[in-house]
């Protein structure tokens, strides 16, 4: 097995092959290459952790889940000019078709391999399958570090008030209005279907109650410590159900 910073070059290099002249476009694709940067950098957060709970000899590989678990955007975003799976492909299998098209991983042994193919073809789903143990972990950290950085690119574009159509899956964008019943959904801990999304506010209300999703005590003392859903929910409307979805998470997270 290489060295992460040769893994981190040869993802570097695979992303150069996707730059565009148009300033917009480019724009797209920078923002999956530092965001995958950023997901490493959580995953070794929550690896360092949780090491009483991770075999040393998968900690390589949880690096490599998180590495490379996006690698499929950039081909998905040649062909399509979005994000947005339902209108394209699964970002998550197409990730894996690259990664065995171009050999990235061919030095790893089979189980390696298979182990990382898994965690990044299995982080994007709505409900992860019982899975054996060692795979169960790759994809857990991986979707936890992924979750994570997402508020940090979600904040970005709020925090700048602009419009990027890609980012916000080309949901119309109304700031006053938002599906009322999702704030339902959190409080019950009802998972939400993307399908469900109507405005960009839903987008931006149903990541305030991912923190339900995380896994590890790990990754919500993070998110509790970030404040990620306070610092969401003030691009929201201030209104009576609002509030109480910012108090009801405030509740959530006394605990961790």
Known sequence: MKDLKTYIQI???FVSEYRYE???DQRNIDLKLYHTERVLEIAQYLIEHLKSVIKPELIPLVELSALFHDIGRFEQYRQFKTFADPISVNHALEGVKMLHK???LSDLADWQRRLVYGAVALHNQKLLPELPADLALLTKITRDADKLDIFEVMLGHLGKGESNDVLTLHLPKHD???STHLVDKIMNQEMIDYKEHKFVNDMFLTAVGWAQQLNYE????????KAYHRQIIQYLPQDDKIL???DYMDHYLEKY
């Open 11 to 13: 993802f570097r290099d």
């Open 22 to 24: 148009n300033e917009a």
């Open 102 to 104: 171009h050999q990235i």
């Open 176 to 178: 006053h209005q938002y």
């Open 218 to 225: 790990a990754s919500l003392r993070y998110f509790k410590e």
């Open 244 to 246: 109480a979805l910012q």
